[in-house]
């Protein structure tokens, strides 16, 4: 797919010179038309009453050419305005070329096939690098759950037996103080007795 480019001052251009409306969009109509069949703004006369969208594309066309934008052709026009934006149509086979070279080359790296040119134009950073990054995130000497060991030695650690490891020290015991509830409950009872065997004394 190609792209039709205007500059920022294409509406300013187009009031310039007292275009209009069905001009400017006739005009617009021929630049994308162009850069859709790669013919650098090559125009025939057939194809004018397809492309232009407005009841009398011939005078539109005829506007466009009093004010310069396009040349008049005998078998057509030559769009001249903006075209100098538009790249060439042997640029866009080139470039269409080579992207089709860099899918190619890259489908064959993801299936393991060898680089039939190896001497060729190499891929982009982007293609090059996309694999290879999702490939290699993990740490190359961790293999399983913990982070500086390999899986066989996780697997060691925890299949070793039970009498060949270090006991695991128990902690100390610690001594909680009395609540407040039993000292006080304590209190009461002694304070009760003592009540008791007064009266009964």
């Not at 001052?9 to 006739?26: H, I, K, Q, Y």
């Not at 006369?45 to 934008?69: H, I, K, M, N, Y």
């Not at 992207?99 to 680089?115: F, I, S, T, Y």
């Amino acid at each position: 797919m190609t792209w039709t480019k205007l500059s920022e001052d294409f509406p300013e251009d187009c009031a310039r010179v007292g275009l209009s409306d069905a001009a400017v969009r006739t005009h617009l109509e021929g630049l994308v038309w162009a850069m859709r069949r790669e013919n650098d703004g090559r125009l025939y006369t057939r194809d004018l009453g397809r492309l232009a969208d407005t009841s009398d594309p011939t005078a539109a066309a005829a506007e466009l050419v009093a004010v310069g934008f396009w040349t008049q052709l005998p078998d057509g026009w030559q769009i001249e305005h903006q075209m100098e934006h538009q790249p060439e149509s042997d640029v866009i086979a080139a470039r269409r070329e080579l992207n089709a070279e860099r899918q190619r080359r890259k489908r064959r790296k993801a299936a393991g096939l060898p680089d039939p040119d190896p001497d060729g134009d190499s891929l982009s950073w982007r293609d090059n690098t996309r694999d290879d990054q999702r490939d290699n995130t993990r740490d190359p000497e961790r293999s399983g759950t913990e982070r500086n060991g390999s899986e066989q030695e996780v697997l060691r650690a925890t299949s070793e037996p039970h009498e060949n490891r270090a006991p695991e020290p128990s902690p100390a015991p610690t001594r909680q103080p009395p609540s407040a509830v039993e000292e006080v409950i304590g209190d009461d009872d002694d304070s009760a007795d003592a009540e008791f065997f007064r009266r009964a004394g």
